[in-house]
Protein backbone atom coordinates (compact mmCIF):
# COMPACT_ATOMS: atom_id res chain seq x y z
CA UNK A 1 0.00 0.00 0.00
CA UNK A 2 1.21 3.34 -0.72
CA UNK A 3 0.25 6.42 0.78
CA UNK A 4 0.97 9.74 -0.14
CA UNK A 5 1.24 12.71 2.45
CA UNK A 6 0.56 16.05 1.16
CA UNK A 7 2.13 18.64 3.40
CA UNK A 8 4.58 17.55 5.67
CA UNK A 9 4.64 20.18 8.43
CA UNK A 10 3.74 19.54 12.12
CA UNK A 11 0.28 17.42 11.39
CA UNK A 12 1.36 15.93 8.24
CA UNK A 13 5.03 14.59 9.77
CA UNK A 14 2.88 13.06 12.69
CA UNK A 15 0.68 11.16 9.97
CA UNK A 16 4.14 10.18 8.23
CA UNK A 17 5.91 8.89 11.09
CA UNK A 18 3.08 6.81 12.61
CA UNK A 19 2.29 4.91 8.94
CA UNK A 20 5.83 4.36 8.08
CA UNK A 21 6.32 2.21 10.57
CA UNK A 22 4.49 0.12 9.25
CA UNK A 23 6.26 -2.85 7.05
CA UNK A 24 4.12 -2.62 4.55
CA UNK A 25 2.82 1.27 3.74
CA UNK A 26 5.21 2.92 1.54
CA UNK A 27 4.87 6.46 2.87
CA UNK A 28 5.99 9.34 0.41
CA UNK A 29 5.80 12.97 1.94
CA UNK A 30 5.85 15.94 -0.33
CA UNK A 31 6.44 19.54 0.60
CA UNK A 32 8.14 22.88 -0.42
CA UNK A 33 10.32 23.20 2.69
CA UNK A 34 13.09 21.85 1.26
CA UNK A 35 15.56 21.74 4.71
CA UNK A 36 12.78 20.01 6.15
CA UNK A 37 12.88 17.20 2.76
CA UNK A 38 16.81 17.04 2.40
CA UNK A 39 16.68 16.17 7.10
CA UNK A 40 13.46 13.18 6.61
CA UNK A 41 15.93 11.86 3.22
CA UNK A 42 19.34 11.93 5.01
CA UNK A 43 18.30 10.74 8.83
CA UNK A 44 14.82 9.70 8.66
CA UNK A 45 12.04 11.72 10.76
CA UNK A 46 12.06 11.70 14.50
CA UNK A 47 9.14 12.49 16.72
CA UNK A 48 9.38 13.41 20.14
CA UNK A 49 6.93 14.36 22.68
CA UNK A 50 4.04 12.80 23.34
CA UNK A 51 4.82 10.04 20.41
CA UNK A 52 8.39 8.80 20.19
CA UNK A 53 9.59 7.30 17.08
CA UNK A 54 11.93 7.38 14.26
CA UNK A 55 10.63 6.03 10.62
CA UNK A 56 11.80 6.68 7.07
CA UNK A 57 9.23 8.17 4.77
CA UNK A 58 10.28 9.26 1.75
CA UNK A 59 10.09 13.01 1.49
CA UNK A 60 10.32 15.15 -1.73
CA UNK A 61 9.51 18.57 -3.03
CA UNK A 62 9.07 17.91 -6.73
CA UNK A 63 5.49 16.02 -6.84
CA UNK A 64 6.57 14.45 -9.98
CA UNK A 65 9.29 12.61 -8.24
CA UNK A 66 6.31 10.62 -6.77
CA UNK A 67 4.78 7.77 -7.79
CA UNK A 68 0.83 6.98 -7.95
CA UNK A 69 -0.44 5.64 -4.11
CA UNK A 70 -3.45 4.10 -3.09
CA UNK A 71 -4.35 7.18 -0.37
CA UNK A 72 -3.61 10.61 0.28
CA UNK A 73 -3.68 12.44 3.33
CA UNK A 74 -3.85 16.20 2.79
CA UNK A 75 -2.46 18.31 5.94
CA UNK A 76 -1.52 21.91 4.49
CA UNK A 77 -2.90 24.83 5.63
CA UNK A 78 -5.81 25.29 4.42
CA UNK A 79 -4.89 28.63 2.46
CA UNK A 80 -2.61 25.85 0.31
CA UNK A 81 -5.06 23.31 -0.36
CA UNK A 82 -5.71 24.51 -4.00
CA UNK A 83 -2.01 24.49 -5.03
CA UNK A 84 -1.08 21.61 -2.98
CA UNK A 85 -3.39 19.15 -4.92
CA UNK A 86 -3.32 20.78 -7.89
CA UNK A 87 0.40 19.71 -7.96
CA UNK A 88 -0.02 16.39 -6.68
CA UNK A 89 -3.15 15.39 -8.78
CA UNK A 90 -1.47 13.10 -11.21
CA UNK A 91 -0.24 11.11 -7.94
CA UNK A 92 -4.10 10.17 -7.05
CA UNK A 93 -5.63 9.30 -10.54
CA UNK A 94 -6.99 6.30 -8.55
CA UNK A 95 -6.71 7.10 -5.33
CA UNK A 96 -8.75 8.21 -1.75
CA UNK A 97 -7.81 11.77 -0.78
CA UNK A 98 -8.47 12.65 2.75
CA UNK A 99 -8.11 16.08 4.47
CA UNK A 100 -7.02 16.46 8.22
CA UNK A 101 -7.06 20.29 7.84
CA UNK A 102 -9.17 22.81 9.99
CA UNK A 103 -11.70 23.93 8.42
CA UNK A 104 -14.82 23.85 6.09
CA UNK A 105 -14.10 23.43 2.64
CA UNK A 106 -10.66 21.76 1.75
CA UNK A 107 -12.88 18.57 0.58
CA UNK A 108 -14.62 20.62 -2.18
CA UNK A 109 -11.50 22.21 -3.50
CA UNK A 110 -9.92 17.69 -3.40
CA UNK A 111 -12.45 17.07 -5.04
CA UNK A 112 -12.37 19.04 -7.89
CA UNK A 113 -8.52 17.19 -8.57
CA UNK A 114 -8.84 13.64 -7.56
CA UNK A 115 -11.68 10.88 -8.20
CA UNK A 116 -12.89 9.68 -4.05
CA UNK A 117 -12.58 11.91 -1.08
CA UNK A 118 -12.45 11.45 2.45
CA UNK A 119 -13.78 13.77 5.34
CA UNK A 120 -11.30 13.86 8.23
CA UNK A 121 -10.83 15.21 11.33
CA UNK A 122 -7.94 15.26 13.43
CA UNK A 123 -7.00 16.18 17.10
CA UNK A 124 -3.07 14.96 17.54
CA UNK A 125 -1.26 18.59 17.50
CA UNK A 126 2.38 19.13 17.08
CA UNK A 127 5.34 21.77 16.43
CA UNK A 128 8.09 21.53 13.90
CA UNK A 129 11.06 21.91 16.23
CA UNK A 130 13.82 21.51 13.66
CA UNK A 131 14.16 19.93 10.13
CA UNK A 132 13.34 16.30 10.05
CA UNK A 133 11.89 16.50 14.23
CA UNK A 134 8.76 17.09 14.98
CA UNK A 135 7.39 17.60 18.88
CA UNK A 136 3.83 16.10 19.07
CA UNK A 137 2.45 18.11 21.94
CA UNK A 138 -1.27 16.25 22.01
CA UNK A 139 -2.75 12.69 21.34
CA UNK A 140 -5.96 11.88 20.65
CA UNK A 141 -7.98 10.44 17.74
CA UNK A 142 -8.23 11.09 14.01
CA UNK A 143 -12.44 10.52 12.69
CA UNK A 144 -12.86 9.56 8.80
CA UNK A 145 -15.93 9.27 6.87
CA UNK A 146 -16.87 9.73 2.90
CA UNK A 147 -16.95 13.22 1.32
CA UNK A 148 -20.75 12.65 0.25
CA UNK A 149 -20.44 14.40 -3.13
CA UNK A 150 -17.11 12.63 -4.32
CA UNK A 151 -17.14 9.80 -1.64
CA UNK A 152 -14.76 6.84 -1.20
CA UNK A 153 -15.86 3.55 -0.12
CA UNK A 154 -16.66 2.50 3.30
CA UNK A 155 -14.35 -0.51 2.74
CA UNK A 156 -11.16 2.52 1.79
CA UNK A 157 -11.65 4.77 4.24
CA UNK A 158 -11.68 1.28 6.95
CA UNK A 159 -8.58 0.27 5.35
CA UNK A 160 -6.39 3.52 5.89
CA UNK A 161 -7.91 4.38 9.49
CA UNK A 162 -6.89 0.54 10.48
CA UNK A 163 -3.78 1.18 9.32
CA UNK A 164 -3.29 4.42 11.27
CA UNK A 165 -4.79 2.59 14.18
CA UNK A 166 -2.09 -0.21 13.93
CA UNK A 167 0.87 2.40 13.71
CA UNK A 168 -0.36 3.82 16.72
CA UNK A 169 -2.78 6.87 15.77
CA UNK A 170 -6.55 5.96 16.67
CA UNK A 171 -8.38 6.55 13.78
CA UNK A 172 -12.06 5.79 13.66
CA UNK A 173 -14.00 4.71 10.12
CA UNK A 174 -17.44 6.23 10.51
CA UNK A 175 -20.56 6.19 7.79
CA UNK A 176 -20.64 10.97 8.48
CA UNK A 177 -18.11 12.51 9.97
CA UNK A 178 -19.15 15.75 9.45
CA UNK A 179 -20.72 15.73 12.57
CA UNK A 180 -16.81 15.60 14.11
CA UNK A 181 -15.11 17.71 11.76
CA UNK A 182 -17.92 20.79 12.41
CA UNK A 183 -17.77 20.33 15.84
CA UNK A 184 -13.52 20.88 15.84
CA UNK A 185 -14.13 23.60 12.95
CA UNK A 186 -17.29 25.64 15.26
CA UNK A 187 -14.85 25.32 18.59
CA UNK A 188 -11.32 26.79 16.38
CA UNK A 189 -13.62 29.33 14.63
CA UNK A 190 -14.75 30.60 17.88
CA UNK A 191 -11.16 30.78 19.88
CA UNK A 192 -8.48 30.89 17.10
CA UNK A 193 -9.49 34.39 16.21
CA UNK A 194 -10.61 35.83 18.96
CA UNK A 195 -6.92 35.32 20.74
CA UNK A 196 -5.75 36.68 17.91
CA UNK A 197 -7.46 39.83 17.97
CA UNK A 198 -7.42 40.31 21.82
CA UNK A 199 -3.38 39.22 22.68
CA UNK A 200 -4.96 37.03 25.30
CA UNK A 201 -4.36 33.62 25.74
CA UNK A 202 -7.30 31.04 25.95
CA UNK A 203 -8.09 30.92 29.39
CA UNK A 204 -7.75 34.51 30.00
CA UNK A 205 -9.96 35.16 27.37
CA UNK A 206 -12.45 33.00 28.61
CA UNK A 207 -12.45 34.67 31.98
CA UNK A 208 -13.56 37.90 30.61
CA UNK A 209 -17.13 38.13 30.68
CA UNK A 210 -17.70 39.92 27.53
CA UNK A 211 -15.11 38.09 25.51
CA UNK A 212 -17.07 34.81 26.57
CA UNK A 213 -20.12 35.89 25.00
CA UNK A 214 -19.19 36.87 21.90
CA UNK A 215 -17.62 33.50 22.19
CA UNK A 216 -20.45 31.83 23.03
CA UNK A 217 -22.28 34.34 19.99
CA UNK A 218 -19.94 32.88 17.59
CA UNK A 219 -20.44 29.29 18.72
CA UNK A 220 -24.40 29.65 18.61
CA UNK A 221 -24.10 30.79 14.45
CA UNK A 222 -21.77 27.86 14.13
CA UNK A 223 -24.24 25.22 15.43
CA UNK A 224 -27.12 27.01 13.49
CA UNK A 225 -25.53 26.76 10.17
CA UNK A 226 -24.33 22.93 11.38
CA UNK A 227 -28.31 22.93 11.94
CA UNK A 228 -29.01 24.14 8.75
CA UNK A 229 -27.14 21.27 7.04
CA UNK A 230 -28.26 18.19 9.01
CA UNK A 231 -25.07 17.69 10.87
CA UNK A 232 -25.39 16.23 14.09
CA UNK A 233 -22.44 17.48 16.40
CA UNK A 234 -21.10 14.78 18.42
CA UNK A 235 -19.75 17.29 21.03
CA UNK A 236 -21.18 20.54 22.44
CA UNK A 237 -18.38 22.93 21.62
CA UNK A 238 -19.32 25.18 24.74
CA UNK A 239 -18.00 21.93 27.13
CA UNK A 240 -15.06 22.08 24.60
CA UNK A 241 -14.15 25.37 25.00
CA UNK A 242 -14.83 25.27 28.90
CA UNK A 243 -12.67 22.47 29.12
CA UNK A 244 -10.07 24.04 27.08
CA UNK A 245 -9.69 26.69 29.78
CA UNK A 246 -9.19 23.98 31.97
CA UNK A 247 -6.48 22.33 30.35
CA UNK A 248 -4.88 24.77 28.10
CA UNK A 249 -5.32 27.92 30.45
CA UNK A 250 -2.22 29.89 28.72
CA UNK A 251 -2.51 28.29 25.43
CA UNK A 252 -1.79 30.71 22.81
CA UNK A 253 -3.98 29.50 19.42
CA UNK A 254 -2.14 28.62 16.02
CA UNK A 255 -3.96 31.47 14.61
CA UNK A 256 -2.34 33.67 17.34
CA UNK A 257 0.69 32.53 16.89
CA UNK A 258 0.15 33.44 13.13
CA UNK A 259 -0.47 36.75 14.41
CA UNK A 260 1.61 37.50 16.09
CA UNK A 261 4.82 36.08 13.20
CA UNK A 262 2.29 38.14 10.78
CA UNK A 263 2.14 35.01 8.72
CA UNK A 264 -1.57 34.19 6.50
CA UNK A 265 -4.15 32.65 8.97
CA UNK A 266 -6.84 30.03 8.09
CA UNK A 267 -9.40 32.26 8.66
CA UNK A 268 -10.95 31.86 5.20
CA UNK A 269 -11.56 28.06 5.95
CA UNK A 270 -12.98 28.62 9.40
CA UNK A 271 -15.18 31.91 9.99
CA UNK A 272 -15.43 32.30 6.45
CA UNK A 273 -16.12 28.75 5.95
CA UNK A 274 -19.71 28.92 8.44
CA UNK A 275 -20.33 32.04 6.63
CA UNK A 276 -20.52 30.38 3.35
CA UNK A 277 -21.83 27.41 4.34
CA UNK A 278 -24.01 29.87 6.27
CA UNK A 279 -25.34 31.53 2.16
CA UNK A 280 -25.72 28.53 1.49
CA UNK A 281 -28.28 27.37 3.62
CA UNK A 282 -29.64 30.85 4.84
CA UNK A 283 -28.92 31.05 7.95
CA UNK A 284 -27.43 34.88 9.01
CA UNK A 285 -23.98 34.78 10.65
CA UNK A 286 -23.20 38.31 11.36
CA UNK A 287 -20.73 37.84 14.11
CA UNK A 288 -18.76 35.18 12.07
CA UNK A 289 -18.38 37.77 8.75
CA UNK A 290 -17.12 40.41 11.42
CA UNK A 291 -14.66 38.61 12.67
CA UNK A 292 -13.33 37.20 9.55
CA UNK A 293 -13.34 40.79 8.15
CA UNK A 294 -11.59 42.12 11.18
CA UNK A 295 -8.39 39.23 10.51
CA UNK A 296 -8.75 40.22 6.59
CA UNK A 297 -8.22 43.81 7.91
CA UNK A 298 -5.01 42.70 10.66
CA UNK A 299 -3.30 40.68 7.75
CA UNK A 300 -3.72 43.67 5.34
CA UNK A 301 -2.40 45.86 7.87
CA UNK A 302 1.12 44.17 7.37
CA UNK A 303 1.29 44.48 3.75
CA UNK A 304 1.15 48.67 5.20
CA UNK A 305 4.44 50.42 6.33
CA UNK A 306 2.10 51.89 9.04
CA UNK B 1 -24.96 84.13 34.66
CA UNK B 2 -23.78 87.74 33.88
CA UNK B 3 -26.62 89.04 32.02
CA UNK B 4 -26.26 89.15 28.49
CA UNK B 5 -22.44 88.45 28.43
CA UNK B 6 -19.70 86.07 29.76
CA UNK B 7 -16.97 87.61 30.73
CA UNK B 8 -15.10 84.57 32.52
CA UNK B 9 -14.11 81.11 31.35
CA UNK B 10 -12.48 78.67 32.58
CA UNK B 11 -11.27 75.33 30.82
CA UNK B 12 -10.77 72.23 31.83
CA UNK B 13 -8.06 70.26 30.66
CA UNK B 14 -5.15 71.84 28.41
CA UNK B 15 -4.42 69.07 26.01
CA UNK B 16 -4.75 70.14 22.04
CA UNK B 17 -8.30 71.13 22.02
CA UNK B 18 -8.47 72.34 25.39
CA UNK B 19 -5.35 75.18 24.89
CA UNK B 20 -6.77 76.03 21.40
CA UNK B 21 -9.73 77.41 23.61
CA UNK B 22 -8.06 78.77 26.33
CA UNK B 23 -5.38 80.34 24.03
CA UNK B 24 -8.01 81.95 21.55
CA UNK B 25 -10.35 83.42 24.93
CA UNK B 26 -7.13 84.77 26.49
CA UNK B 27 -7.59 88.06 24.47
CA UNK B 28 -11.43 88.45 24.59
CA UNK B 29 -12.32 87.57 27.96
CA UNK B 30 -10.74 86.33 31.54
CA UNK B 31 -9.67 83.07 30.78
CA UNK B 32 -8.13 80.31 33.03
CA UNK B 33 -7.55 76.74 33.37
CA UNK B 34 -7.90 73.64 35.59
CA UNK B 35 -5.03 71.12 35.09
CA UNK B 36 -4.16 68.27 36.33
CA UNK B 37 -0.87 68.15 36.95
CA UNK B 38 1.10 71.26 39.32
CA UNK B 39 3.61 71.61 36.90
CA UNK B 40 1.45 72.37 34.06
CA UNK B 41 -0.48 74.88 36.04
CA UNK B 42 2.80 76.59 36.79
CA UNK B 43 4.11 76.68 33.28
CA UNK B 44 1.00 78.32 32.41
CA UNK B 45 0.98 81.38 35.10
CA UNK B 46 4.87 81.76 34.22
CA UNK B 47 4.86 81.53 30.59
CA UNK B 48 1.12 82.15 29.61
CA UNK B 49 0.23 80.05 26.27
CA UNK B 50 1.39 80.42 22.73
CA UNK B 51 -0.61 79.60 19.69
CA UNK B 52 0.85 79.70 16.38
CA UNK B 53 -0.08 77.73 12.64
CA UNK B 54 -3.66 79.23 11.84
CA UNK B 55 -3.91 81.83 14.97
CA UNK B 56 -0.83 83.79 16.01
CA UNK B 57 -1.65 84.47 19.56
CA UNK B 58 0.53 84.61 22.83
CA UNK B 59 -1.83 84.92 26.10
CA UNK B 60 -1.68 85.64 29.61
CA UNK B 61 -3.43 82.39 31.59
CA UNK B 62 -4.37 82.14 35.06
CA UNK B 63 -4.37 78.49 35.86
CA UNK B 64 -4.57 76.09 39.21
CA UNK B 65 -5.50 72.39 39.68
CA UNK B 66 -7.71 73.85 42.09
CA UNK B 67 -10.72 74.75 40.87
CA UNK B 68 -10.91 77.49 44.83
CA UNK B 69 -8.13 79.49 42.93
CA UNK B 70 -9.93 80.61 40.18
CA UNK B 71 -13.05 82.59 40.92
CA UNK B 72 -16.39 82.26 39.46
CA UNK B 73 -16.68 82.09 35.68
CA UNK B 74 -19.18 82.53 33.78
CA UNK B 75 -18.74 79.06 31.15
CA UNK B 76 -17.18 76.51 31.84
CA UNK B 77 -15.31 74.14 28.96
CA UNK B 78 -14.62 70.52 29.90
CA UNK B 79 -12.01 69.84 27.32
CA UNK B 80 -10.44 66.41 28.86
CA UNK B 81 -10.54 62.90 26.50
CA UNK B 82 -13.97 61.42 27.73
CA UNK B 83 -11.45 58.86 30.06
CA UNK B 84 -11.16 61.71 32.14
CA UNK B 85 -14.12 63.38 32.39
CA UNK B 86 -15.50 61.20 35.69
CA UNK B 87 -12.47 62.70 37.70
CA UNK B 88 -12.70 66.11 36.49
CA UNK B 89 -16.34 65.83 36.99
CA UNK B 90 -15.90 65.23 40.65
CA UNK B 91 -13.24 68.06 41.06
CA UNK B 92 -15.71 70.62 39.75
CA UNK B 93 -17.87 69.31 42.18
CA UNK B 94 -19.16 72.48 44.62
CA UNK B 95 -17.68 74.67 42.25
CA UNK B 96 -18.55 77.12 39.84
CA UNK B 97 -22.25 77.39 41.01
CA UNK B 98 -23.22 79.73 39.05
CA UNK B 99 -21.25 78.73 35.28
CA UNK B 100 -23.25 76.90 32.36
CA UNK B 101 -20.71 74.09 31.47
CA UNK B 102 -20.07 73.21 27.96
CA UNK B 103 -18.50 69.46 27.06
CA UNK B 104 -16.91 68.78 23.44
CA UNK B 105 -15.61 65.32 24.06
CA UNK B 106 -15.95 62.55 21.58
CA UNK B 107 -18.90 60.22 22.01
CA UNK B 108 -21.75 60.13 23.81
CA UNK B 109 -22.56 59.99 27.55
CA UNK B 110 -19.89 62.91 29.25
CA UNK B 111 -22.60 65.34 30.14
CA UNK B 112 -24.52 62.54 31.81
CA UNK B 113 -21.58 62.40 34.13
CA UNK B 114 -20.89 65.65 34.39
CA UNK B 115 -24.48 66.76 35.42
CA UNK B 116 -24.18 63.88 38.06
CA UNK B 117 -21.67 66.12 39.73
CA UNK B 118 -23.50 69.52 39.99
CA UNK B 119 -26.60 70.86 38.64
CA UNK B 120 -25.07 73.22 36.23
CA UNK B 121 -26.57 74.19 33.04
CA UNK B 122 -25.11 71.89 30.40
CA UNK B 123 -24.20 72.57 26.48
CA UNK B 124 -23.36 70.10 24.66
CA UNK B 125 -20.90 70.40 21.26
CA UNK B 126 -18.76 68.54 19.13
CA UNK B 127 -15.69 69.83 17.38
CA UNK B 128 -14.13 69.26 14.26
CA UNK B 129 -11.17 71.92 14.54
CA UNK B 130 -7.45 70.40 15.91
CA UNK B 131 -4.18 70.84 16.38
CA UNK B 132 -1.10 69.53 18.02
CA UNK B 133 0.20 70.21 21.56
CA UNK B 134 3.92 71.24 21.33
CA UNK B 135 4.59 71.62 25.02
CA UNK B 136 2.47 72.68 27.97
CA UNK B 137 2.93 76.19 26.68
CA UNK B 138 2.58 75.94 22.81
CA UNK B 139 -0.18 74.37 20.65
CA UNK B 140 -0.54 74.84 16.93
CA UNK B 141 -3.93 75.77 15.90
CA UNK B 142 -4.34 72.96 12.73
CA UNK B 143 -7.59 72.37 11.14
CA UNK B 144 -9.61 75.86 11.65
CA UNK B 145 -13.33 74.01 10.96
CA UNK B 146 -15.71 74.74 13.33
CA UNK B 147 -17.22 73.55 17.16
CA UNK B 148 -21.42 72.66 17.06
CA UNK B 149 -23.44 73.73 19.94
CA UNK B 150 -26.40 72.99 21.73
CA UNK B 151 -28.55 72.59 24.27
CA UNK B 152 -27.83 69.28 26.06
CA UNK B 153 -31.09 67.89 25.77
CA UNK B 154 -31.75 66.39 29.47
CA UNK B 155 -30.49 69.83 30.83
CA UNK B 156 -29.54 72.54 28.69
CA UNK B 157 -29.37 76.44 29.20
CA UNK B 158 -31.64 78.76 27.17
CA UNK B 159 -31.15 78.75 23.18
CA UNK B 160 -29.69 82.41 24.35
CA UNK B 161 -27.11 81.31 26.13
CA UNK B 162 -25.77 78.69 23.79
CA UNK B 163 -25.75 82.06 21.00
CA UNK B 164 -23.47 83.85 23.53
CA UNK B 165 -21.29 81.00 23.85
CA UNK B 166 -21.38 81.20 19.90
CA UNK B 167 -20.49 84.58 19.67
CA UNK B 168 -17.64 84.10 22.32
CA UNK B 169 -16.19 81.95 20.56
CA UNK B 170 -16.48 83.63 17.40
CA UNK B 171 -15.38 86.57 18.60
CA UNK B 172 -12.09 84.86 20.26
CA UNK B 173 -11.17 83.82 16.28
CA UNK B 174 -12.24 79.91 16.51
CA UNK B 175 -15.39 78.98 14.98
CA UNK B 176 -18.61 78.02 16.34
CA UNK B 177 -22.06 77.48 15.11
CA UNK B 178 -25.35 77.51 17.30
CA UNK B 179 -28.18 74.59 16.82
CA UNK B 180 -31.05 74.50 18.64
CA UNK B 181 -30.38 70.38 18.36
CA UNK B 182 -27.12 69.47 17.89
CA UNK B 183 -27.75 65.73 18.37
CA UNK B 184 -28.01 64.80 14.28
CA UNK B 185 -24.68 66.17 14.54
CA UNK B 186 -23.51 64.66 17.47
CA UNK B 187 -24.79 61.41 16.54
CA UNK B 188 -23.27 61.50 12.74
CA UNK B 189 -19.89 62.02 14.54
CA UNK B 190 -20.65 59.62 16.94
CA UNK B 191 -21.46 56.74 14.37
CA UNK B 192 -19.03 57.52 12.37
CA UNK B 193 -16.17 57.28 15.18
CA UNK B 194 -17.96 54.30 16.87
CA UNK B 195 -17.75 52.44 14.07
CA UNK B 196 -14.39 53.29 12.28
CA UNK B 197 -12.18 53.73 15.88
CA UNK B 198 -13.33 50.53 17.03
CA UNK B 199 -12.19 48.38 13.78
CA UNK B 200 -8.98 50.47 13.47
CA UNK B 201 -7.65 49.59 16.50
CA UNK B 202 -8.63 46.17 16.03
CA UNK B 203 -7.10 45.60 12.69
CA UNK B 204 -4.03 48.06 13.48
CA UNK B 205 -5.13 49.75 10.31
CA UNK B 206 -5.77 53.27 9.84
CA UNK B 207 -8.62 55.38 8.04
CA UNK B 208 -7.51 53.05 4.55
CA UNK B 209 -9.40 52.96 1.39
CA UNK B 210 -10.08 49.08 2.64
CA UNK B 211 -12.43 50.69 4.64
CA UNK B 212 -14.53 51.37 2.24
CA UNK B 213 -14.46 48.88 -0.36
CA UNK B 214 -17.03 46.19 -0.41
CA UNK B 215 -16.16 43.76 -3.65
CA UNK B 216 -15.60 40.48 -2.00
CA UNK B 217 -17.38 38.96 0.58
CA UNK B 218 -14.66 39.48 3.13
CA UNK B 219 -14.21 43.13 2.82
CA UNK B 220 -14.08 45.47 5.21
CA UNK B 221 -15.88 47.95 4.29
CA UNK B 222 -18.77 45.17 4.54
CA UNK B 223 -18.13 45.42 8.08
CA UNK B 224 -18.00 48.84 8.18
CA UNK B 225 -21.03 49.52 6.40
CA UNK B 226 -23.19 46.53 8.30
CA UNK B 227 -22.05 48.11 11.66
CA UNK B 228 -22.86 51.78 10.57
CA UNK B 229 -26.50 50.41 9.56
CA UNK B 230 -26.85 48.92 12.76
CA UNK B 231 -26.02 52.30 14.50
CA UNK B 232 -28.88 54.80 12.09
CA UNK B 233 -31.42 52.10 13.29
CA UNK B 234 -29.84 53.02 16.92
CA UNK B 235 -30.60 56.73 15.82
CA UNK B 236 -33.82 56.20 14.03
CA UNK B 237 -35.26 54.46 17.38
CA UNK B 238 -33.84 57.77 18.80
CA UNK B 239 -35.63 60.17 16.91
CA UNK B 240 -32.79 61.96 15.44
CA UNK B 241 -32.64 62.61 11.84
CA UNK B 242 -28.60 62.08 11.09
CA UNK B 243 -27.09 65.04 10.10
CA UNK B 244 -25.13 63.48 7.88
CA UNK B 245 -24.97 59.78 6.55
CA UNK B 246 -21.52 58.07 8.64
CA UNK B 247 -21.28 55.84 5.42
CA UNK B 248 -20.65 59.03 3.27
CA UNK B 249 -18.23 60.82 5.89
CA UNK B 250 -16.54 57.07 5.86
CA UNK B 251 -16.70 57.07 1.73
CA UNK B 252 -15.27 61.01 1.69
CA UNK B 253 -12.47 60.53 4.54
CA UNK B 254 -10.64 57.71 2.08
CA UNK B 255 -10.64 59.37 -1.45
CA UNK B 256 -8.07 61.70 -1.29
CA UNK B 257 -9.19 63.25 -4.14
CA UNK B 258 -7.65 62.14 -7.28
CA UNK B 259 -4.83 60.86 -5.78
CA UNK B 260 -6.65 58.45 -3.61
CA UNK B 261 -3.41 57.60 -1.77
CA UNK B 262 -3.51 55.21 1.20
CA UNK B 263 -0.21 56.96 2.28
CA UNK B 264 -2.24 59.75 3.42
CA UNK B 265 -4.73 57.55 5.87
CA UNK B 266 -5.96 58.95 9.11
CA UNK B 267 -4.30 57.68 12.24
CA UNK B 268 -7.75 57.31 14.53
CA UNK B 269 -7.33 58.49 17.85
CA UNK B 270 -8.13 55.18 19.12
CA UNK B 271 -5.70 53.23 17.01
CA UNK B 272 -2.99 55.71 18.64
CA UNK B 273 -4.31 54.57 22.13
CA UNK B 274 -3.95 50.93 21.24
CA UNK B 275 -0.30 51.50 20.03
CA UNK B 276 0.72 52.84 22.74
CA UNK B 277 -1.47 50.76 25.52
CA UNK B 278 -3.44 53.75 26.50
CA UNK B 279 -7.09 53.42 27.99
CA UNK B 280 -9.49 53.83 24.56
CA UNK B 281 -12.82 56.10 24.61
CA UNK B 282 -14.50 53.46 23.50
CA UNK B 283 -17.01 53.37 26.31
CA UNK B 284 -18.32 56.48 25.19
CA UNK B 285 -18.23 55.84 21.20
CA UNK B 286 -18.86 52.06 20.65
CA UNK B 287 -19.67 51.27 23.96
CA UNK B 288 -22.55 54.57 23.98
CA UNK B 289 -24.08 52.98 20.96
CA UNK B 290 -24.34 49.66 22.65
CA UNK B 291 -25.95 51.50 25.52
CA UNK B 292 -28.47 53.09 23.81
CA UNK B 293 -29.10 49.91 21.38
CA UNK B 294 -30.19 47.99 24.61
CA UNK B 295 -32.12 51.64 26.66
CA UNK B 296 -34.16 51.25 23.51
CA UNK B 297 -34.49 47.69 22.74
CA UNK B 298 -32.12 48.19 18.62
CA UNK B 299 -30.14 44.44 18.26
CA UNK B 300 -26.76 45.83 17.68
CA UNK B 301 -24.14 42.19 17.74
CA UNK B 302 -21.54 44.41 15.89
CA UNK B 303 -21.10 46.86 17.86
CA UNK B 304 -21.37 44.33 20.90
CA UNK B 305 -18.39 42.60 19.39
CA UNK B 306 -16.35 45.32 18.53
CA UNK B 307 -17.00 47.15 21.89
CA UNK B 308 -16.29 43.44 23.61
CA UNK B 309 -12.67 42.99 21.36
CA UNK B 310 -11.81 47.01 22.07
CA UNK B 311 -12.11 46.28 25.95
CA UNK B 312 -10.94 42.93 26.06
CA UNK B 313 -7.69 44.33 23.90
CA UNK B 314 -7.15 46.55 26.76
CA UNK B 315 -7.24 44.01 29.12
CA UNK B 316 -4.43 42.27 27.54
CA UNK B 317 -1.96 45.28 28.81
CA UNK B 318 -2.51 44.49 32.03
CA UNK B 319 -0.94 41.29 31.57
Known sequence: MKVCIVGCGAIGSLFAAYLAKLDDVEVWAYDLDSAHVDAINQSGLRISGVGDMHSFPKARSSAQDIPACDFGIVATKSLHTRAAIEATAHVFENAAVCSVQNGAGNEEIIAEFVPRVIRGTTFPAGHIIEPGHVGQDTGGKTWMGPFEPKPASMEEIETLASRLTEGGMETLAMEDSRGAQWTKLIFNAATNPIGALTQLPHGVACDQERVRSLISGLVAEGIAVADALGIKLDGDPEKLIDHAREVAYEHKASMFQDVLAKRPTEIAALNGGIVQFGKQTGVPTPLNEAIWALIEGLEYSWTRDN | MADNDINSVCVVGAGAIGSLFAGHFGSTVDASVLTRRPIHAHELNRHGLKITGKSNLQTKIRAST???????????????????????????????????????????????????????????AITFMSGTKHSDIHVEYELDTATWLGPWVKRGPGIEVVKQVEALINRSGLKATAFDDVRPAQWSKLLFNSCVNSIGAVTNLPHVKAFANRDAMEDLGHLVFDMMEEGKRVAAAEGIELHEDPWDMNVEAVSHGSTGQDEYAHIFSMLGDVRSQRLTEVDWLTGAVVREAHRLGVPVPIHETMFRLVKALEQSWRR
Open chain 2, 66 to 124: DPADLGEPDLVIVATKATAVESSAKTLSGHFADATIMTVQNGLGCEDVIAQAGDWPIIS
